[in-house]
């Protein structure tokens, strides 16, 4: 396994095993990897010849008052877990890599990013299209995986795909959790323990409301509810938002029919964790 912080010679390896006829994987992630990153990787090694892992804290998709400095590092470790899930090649760039001097493109869209995370981050999916779209230039893969975890990032990828033409095939997949159901996530690392114990409340507020979605309950306002009231039995938790949208647009919708995305966002303590149910 490779580990290069260089566009030019990561570049250069994809376009010579595309050459030779092997297909390739490509995982973006911001490292600090845990087994919802492997679960990709793993995915993406089953179904091509080659797999490259990016690993880059992405400036650009934080907000200034947001957590870049404290997000979580460690190339080491994520290089271990890389390699247990056979990866060949890991892109490690710098910020200067990246991000030149007089950088000033970036890659935007109307409507999907503007709900759910965008309307409390508003220049994240911005970034996220931005990163994304040069890496995928930088590594010209067959494919790309990303986790149903961030579910709005994954119909903004999509439709950014289908928008700008880019030949790459996105496939989502889905959502690894710990044993009591919390979804794995680099940011989990940032609660206490008491914090920790709490944090099950997001899952625990979607799987009630499944439930009552299995029993028959169409109406979108109903699950919220259910959703708003379950979290609000937690004394450490606080709700950013709580919504039902259709997961193509990302609009907000009144019965649950269709494809329909269930997404949370609530802060424990300082920590703003999401987690989501997808009903297709
Ligand atoms: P991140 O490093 O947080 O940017 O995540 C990189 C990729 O891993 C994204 O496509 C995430 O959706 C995915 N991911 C993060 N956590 C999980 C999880 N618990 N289960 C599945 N995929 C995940």
Known sequence: MIISGSIEETRKQVKEWKAQGLSVALVPTMGYLHEGHKSLMERARKE?????????????????????????????????ICEDAGVDWIFHPEVEEMYGPDFSGYVDMHTLPEKLCGASRPVHFRGVQTVVSKLFHI?????????????????IIRRMVMDLNFDIEII???????????????????????ERRQAVILNQSLEEAMKAIEAGE????????????????????KI??????????????????GNVLIAIAVYIGTTRLIDNRIIM
């Open 48 to 80: 091509n010849d080659k797999v490259v892992v990016s690993i880059f804290v992405n400036p650009m998709q934080f907000g200034p008052n947001e957590d870049y400095e404290a997000y979580p590092r460690d190339l080491d470790r994520d290089s271990g």
């Open 139 to 155: 590594v010209p893969a067959d494919r790309a995986y990303f986790g149903q975890k961030d579910a709005q990032q994954l119909a």
């Open 172 to 194: 989502g997949c889905p959502i690894i959790r710990e044993e009591d159901g919390l979804a794995k996530s680099s940011r989990n690392t940032y609660l206490s323990e008491d």
């Open 218 to 237: 169409k109406d979108a306002s109903k699950v919220k509810a259910i959703i708003e009231k379950k979290i609000g039995t937690c004394s450490l938790a």
């Open 240 to 257: 950013d938002y709580v919504e039902v949208v259709n997961f193509d647009n990302i609009q907000p919708i009144e019965t649950i029919e």
